[in-house]
C-alpha cells in the first residue's frame, strides 16, 4: 500500500540546528573586517564598561557637587541650570548604561530560552512525526489484512 502522507521538513529546522541563539556580544562587531569599524566598536565598548559602571555614578556624583555651592551663590536659575546640565546629565548617564546592561544581559537570557523552547518543540515535532509514520504503517497493516480477508471471503463465495 503507498504511504498514507509524505513530510516534508520545513526550512527553517534546518537553519536552526545550524545557528545559535543571537547574544548582545554577537552583535558588538568587535572582530569586524573594516579597522575603522573594528576600532569604533572596541573603543566605544570599552568607554561603555568604564562609564557604565555605579562607581562611575558615583564619582560623577561628587564631581557634581563640588559645583553645587557655586550655583547656590548664583540663586535659582543657575541651581536649576545646575541640577539640569551637570547633575542630572552626569550621574544618570552612567546609571542608564547600567540598567541598559542589565536588560542586554536579560534579553540575551531570553533569547537563549526562546532559542532552546525552539529546539524543543522541534523535537517534539519529530516525535510526533515518527509516531504519526507507525501510525500510518500500522493502519496500512490494517488495511492490507482486512482486503486480504475480503479477497478470501469473496474467492469462498465463489
Known sequence: MA?????VRHPRAAELRATTPVKT?????????NFF?????????KITLV?????????????ALFALPSAIKQGTYF???????????LVLLPIIIVGQ???AAAADKR?????????????EAEEIQKHLLAQDQAISDIVDRLEKMMAQEESKGS
Open 25 to 33: 556580544a554577537d552583535l558588538r562587531r568587535i572582530n569586524h573586517r
Open 101 to 103: 546592561n542589565i536588560q
Open 3 to 7: 504511504k498514507i502522507y509524505e513530510y
Open 51 to 63: 562609564v557604565g559602571t555605579m562607581w562611575c555614578a558615583y564619582l560623577f556624583t561628587i564631581l
Open 37 to 45: 569599524v573594528r576600532f569604533n566598536a572596541r573603543f566605544g565598548l
Open 79 to 89: 541651581v536649576v541650570v545646575w541640577m539640569s546640565s551637570s547633575f542630572l546629565q
Open 111 to 123: 533569547a537563549e530560552d526562546t532559542y532552546k523552547d525552539a529546539e524543543a518543540v522541534l523535537k
